[in-house]
């Protein structure tokens, strides 16, 4: 039996409970089977390099979905950030397009961005819950605030203002880690 012939029957095999698996984490069914293509474009480079032996397929399929999965709300979770916060509000958008930055530009950049999601972090959990709320599933989870007042019961008003006062926190306390992180040079 051929490499790509044993390749296909891992296919075959895997890509139903494999797809089951990525659409439980993550809500739309197109970035789910995206993510499923990736993870055997993953198997196809590592078998096609010769170097590599995988043992277990099953669990390094499940290893590298969950790994994708993450990876995939990483960097919506950078986008929802970046555009967050005023374009006119220049240290907010810095510290945005930190948070966005996908290329490392060297060990600042990394220290800076990790400075900023512990920051973030910290601030959110500082923050009412129904605040903190809001601002998780309207942003992180890209949920239309229509939805959030049908599933909660709370007026669609109220969730805007809890979010609006979600982002006025976050905003004064990205303002004061700049000032902060400028103070120190």
């Not at 959990?125 to 890209?142: G, H, M």
Request: some cysteine.
């Amino acid at each position: 039996m051929s490499q790509s012939d044993k390749i296909g029957d891992i296919v075959n095999r895997y890509s139903p409970p494999l797809l089951d698996f990525i659409n439980s984490r993550v809500k739309c069914r197109e970035d789910a089977e995206d993510i499923l293509q990736d993870v055997f474009y993953q198997l196809v480079r590592v078998n096609s390099d010769n170097k590599y032996s995988i043992e277990r397929v099953s669990s390094w399929l499940y290893r590298v979905a969950n790994n994708m999965v993450m990876n995939f709300w990483r960097r919506q979770r950078e986008v929802s950030m970046s555009s967050l916060f005023d374009a006119e509000d220049e240290i907010c958008a810095e510290i945005a397009q930190a948070l966005a930055c996908r290329i490392d530009d060297g060990p600042e950049t990394a220290y800076f961005r990790k400075l900023v999601w512990e920051e973030l972090d910290d601030a959110l959990s500082e923050l009412p819950a129904e605040q903190c709320e809001a601002f998780y599933l309207t942003v992180f989870d890209r949920m239309p605030v229509k939805e959030i007042a049908a599933a909660t019961g709370v007026p669609v008003a109220t969730i805007l203002s809890r979010k609006h006062y979600a982002v006025k926190s976050l905003r004064k306390r990205f303002h004061e880690l700049y000032y902060a992180l400028m103070s120190d040079q």
